[in-house]
């Protein structure tokens, strides 16, 4: 197969997360005989100190013109703690997500055994857990009209949603149930929200439609509590965008660390996958950040477009990476890889399909360990 991915670095951690997944990529394209053609762009605060714009048009034209576009992060402080600021990194995803029509967030979560003792959650909680949240997101209150005072004493944010927009993400959302456990639990505020009223009554009929799916709700706050108390009673969550952003954050802590969440955000034409945490701008250059998330997320790019085979190979090296500990600092306190080492890691796993054998001696030193 022949894909343009289009790779937007972005800030903080970014570029170095991004680079190993392209690795990576590079690497599975070389053992299942694809070609995978590059090219970078710049988004958010590297291309506002550049161009003045946090989505470059020639950004917005590349992504458009590729078959993917693999996302790393965005967000600088010297925006973040500038509350005046008019022009702000996260504006470019969001328009990003709006000019490609990438209205569904989906998200899976899982709790590796290995890590299961690293999450603050018990053990006998989060054993087992595996679900994959659908967060709607081109709508809502993200993308809703904003206005402030001429006094600067009051603000408003409108959240909006048509059936159009609960639809489309409502039947994929029951199509992945069909293919998991049969379960769909749809996550709103109905008791207050007339949003959430609309959502509960489209998504009611829709259930119509997938028998053999069984649909429950629950309300926001309810939710996120039942995600500590009973994660495992979940297969797919659905839900807006404000409410699956907060619980797709809140579930990272079930598989030990926010560097193992990937995401994709899927159109009908369009498609982007990139890890769900931030640029982390302390991290920066320092080769502690996890591209583990962003390496899925590269795996998910490859179940996009049919390449079941070729993600597998790349999730069953994540699971072995964890499983030798070869991992980061967020993972592995005691004795942990840089970024570049565990992405080469990764890397060489799937290189490396014939009788791989591990070098104890070279990993106990952070060295290459296929031989």
């Given at each position: 197969?022949?894909?343009?991915?289009?790779?937007?670095?972005?800030?903080?951690?970014?570029?170095?997360?991004?680079?190993?997944?392209?690795?990576?990529?590079?690497?599975?394209?070389?053992?299942?005989?694809?070609?995978?053609?590059?090219?970078?762009?710049?988004?958010?605060?590297?291309?506002?100190?550049?161009?003045?714009?946090?989505?470059?048009?020639?950004?917005?034209?590349?992504?458009?013109?590729?078959?993917?576009?693999?996302?790393?992060?965005?967000?600088?402080?010297?925006?973040?703690?500038?509350?005046?600021?008019?022009?702000?990194?996260?504006?470019?995803?969001?328009?990003?997500?709006?000019?490609?029509?990438?209205?569904?967030?989906?998200?899976?979560?899982?709790?590796?055994?290995?890590l299961i003792p690293q999450s603050p959650l018990k053990a006998d909680?989060?054993?087992?857990?595996?679900?994959?949240?659908?967060?709607?997101?081109?709508?809502?209150?993200?993308?809703?009209?904003?206005?402030?005072?001429?006094?600067?004493?009051?603000?408003?944010?409108?959240?909006?949603?048509?059936?159009?927009?609960?639809?489309?993400?409502?039947?994929?959302?029951?199509?992945?149930?069909?293919?998991?456990?049969?379960?769909?639990?749809?996550?709103?505020?109905?008791?207050?929200?007339?949003?959430?009223?609309?959502?509960?009554?489209?998504?009611?009929?829709?259930?119509?439609?997938?028998?053999?799916?069984?649909?429950?709700?629950?309300?926001?706050?309810?939710?996120?509590?039942?995600?500590i108390l009973n994660p495992t009673q979940f297969d797919v969550i659905?839900?807006?965008?404000?409410?699956?952003?907060?619980?797709?954050?809140?579930?990272?802590?079930?598989?030990?660390?926010?560097?193992?969440?990937?995401?994709?955000?899927?159109?009908?034409?369009?498609?982007?996958?990139?890890?769900?945490?931030?640029?982390?701008?302390?991290?920066?250059?320092?080769?502690?950040?996890?591209?583990?998330?962003?390496?899925?997320?590269?795996?998910?790019?490859?179940?996009?477009?049919?390449?079941?085979?070729?993600?597998?190979?790349?999730?069953?090296?994540?699971?072995?990476?964890?499983?030798?500990?070869?991992?980061t600092i967020d993972i592995n306190k005691d004795n942990h890889y840089?970024?570049?080492?565990?992405?080469?890691?990764?890397?060489?796993?799937?290189?490396?399909?014939?009788?791989?054998?591990?070098?104890?001696?070279?990993?106990?030193?952070?060295?290459?360990?296929?031989?």
């Amino acid at each position: 197969m022949k894909l343009k991915i289009a790779v937007l670095p972005g800030d903080g951690i970014g570029p170095e997360i991004t680079q190993q997944s392209v690795k990576v990529l590079k690497a599975v394209a070389d053992r299942f005989d694809h070609h995978f053609e590059f090219e970078e762009a710049l988004v958010g605060a590297a291309a506002i100190d550049l161009l003045d714009s946090p989505l470059p048009e020639a950004t917005l034209e590349l992504c458009k013109n590729s078959d993917a576009v693999l996302f790393g992060a965005i967000g600088d402080p010297k925006y973040d703690n500038n509350p005046d600021a008019k022009v702000r990194p996260e504006q470019g995803l969001l328009k990003l997500r709006k000019e490609l029509g990438l209205f569904a967030n989906v998200r899976p979560v899982k709790a590796y055994d290995k890590l299961i003792p690293q999450s603050p959650l018990k053990a006998d909680r989060i054993g087992g857990a595996d679900m994959v949240i659908y967060r709607e997101l081109t709508g809502g209150i993200y993308f809703g009209e904003k206005s402030t005072a001429e006094d600067g004493q009051s603000a408003s944010d409108l959240c909006s949603y048509s059936v159009e927009e609960i639809t489309r993400i409502a039947h994929l959302a029951f199509k992945a149930a069909q293919q998991r456990n049969k379960k769909l639990t749809l996550v709103d505020k109905a008791n207050v929200l007339e949003t959430s009223r609309l959502w509960r009554k489209t998504v009611t009929e829709i259930a119509k439609e997938y028998p053999q799916v069984k649909l429950d709700f629950l309300f926001v706050d309810n939710a996120a509590m039942q995600m500590i108390l009973n994660p495992t009673q979940f297969d797919v969550i659905l839900t807006e965008n404000m409410f699956g952003d907060i619980l797709s954050d809140e579930a990272s802590v079930i598989g030990g660390s926010i560097g193992l969440l990937a995401s994709a955000s899927v159109g009908k034409e369009n498609a982007m996958f990139e890890p769900i945490h931030g640029s982390y701008p302390q991290a920066t250059g320092k080769g502690i950040a996890n591209p583990v998330a962003s390496i899925l997320s590269a795996a998910m790019l490859l179940e996009h477009f049919g390449l079941t085979e070729e993600a597998e190979a790349v999730k069953k090296s994540v699971e072995l990476s964890i499983k030798l500990n070869v991992c980061t600092i967020d993972i592995n306190k005691d004795n942990h890889y840089t970024t570049d080492k565990v992405g080469g890691f990764l890397e060489g796993l799937i290189s490396e399909v014939e009788n791989i054998s591990i070098n104890n001696e070279n990993l106990n030193l952070g060295q290459m360990t296929i031989i």
